[in-house]
T-cell receptor, first 123, second 106 residues
Framework: QLQLQESGPGLVKPSETLSLTCSVS??????????WGWVRQPPGKGLEWIGS???????YYNTSLKSRITISADTSKNQFSLKLSSVTAADTAVYYC???????????????WSQGTLVTVSS | SYELTQPPSVAVSPGHTAIITCSGD??????VCWYQQKPGQSPVLVIQ???RRPSGISERFSGSNSGNTDTLMISGTQAMDEADYYC?????????FGGGTELTVL
């Protein structure tokens, strides 16, 4: 059974960089059949896609966040990571990592999700 | 940028069929999936690629497309189906989520 688990600070100061890592167990991220992505959900609000990566390093980013995002993959550790720079209170959210089924360059659906981690931006 | 529009809320009586819509330009040209999210939990995929039910999802969940609108139907709605539902599609190299629909079972 595939499992995803995020790790990282739950509190980040304004203007600093939010860093999260997603560890994958029960399967390898080194496959072209799936992308690996980040989704966030501000308290009481809907889902927002942040970006996705395939193990070879190709990425897709939400254009509204693109200037602040870096998503990378470490196949040796079976992990992928998110860095979001210059955070503000608006970046406070539950952050999920998830597996995304693909076909060619079409990304279809998230079939496995992490439990989510709340990241609060506050001084 | 591309948008998916869902009604903010839908109410249904127990045992009846809940219908949740998701609208977007040329949506018939895209694959749509649906997620169920209960309070404090991660989203769960209930419909993939318009009308396919993932393994382990109740047969009461079904999806369909007609033109610019995709529809999630939950037949014989139960109290356990009360949740937020999100549609999602892929457009112009981006994952797009609908705003979500809160399903209330009265």
């Amino acid at each position: 059974q595939l499992q995803l688990q995020e790790s990282g600070p739950g509190l980040v100061k304004p203007s600093e960089t939010l860093s999260l890592t997603c560890s994958v167990s029960g399967g390898s991220i080194s496959t072209n059949s799936y992308y690996w992505g980040w989704v966030r959900q501000p308290p009481g609000k809907g889902l927002e896609w942040i970006g996705s990566i395939v193990y070879s390093g190709r990425t897709y980013y939400n254009t509204s966040l693109k200037s602040r995002i870096t998503i990378s993959a470490d196949t040796s550790k079976n992990q992928f990571s998110l860095k979001l720079s210059s955070v503000t209170a608006a970046d406070t959210a539950v952050y999920y990592c998830a597996r995304l089924a693909v076909s060619g360059h079409v990304l279809y659906f998230f079939d496995y999700w992490s439990q989510g981690t709340l990241v609060t931006v506050s001084s | 940028s591309y948008e998916l529009t869902q009604p903010p809320s839908v109410a249904v009586s127990p045992g009846h069929t809940a219908i949740i819509t998701c609208s977007g330009d040329n949506l018939g040209d895209k694959y749509v999936c649906w997620y169920q999210q209960k309070p404090g939990q991660s989203p769960v995929l209930v419909i993939q690629q318009d009308d396919r039910r993932p393994s382990g999802i109740s047969e009461r969940f079904s999806g369909s497309n007609s033109g610019n609108t995709d529809t999630l139907m939950i037949s014989g709605t139960q109290a356990m189906d009360e949740a937020d539902y999100y549609c999602q599609a892929w457009d112009s190299r981006a994952v797009i989520f609908g705003g979500g629909t809160e399903l209330t079972v009265l």
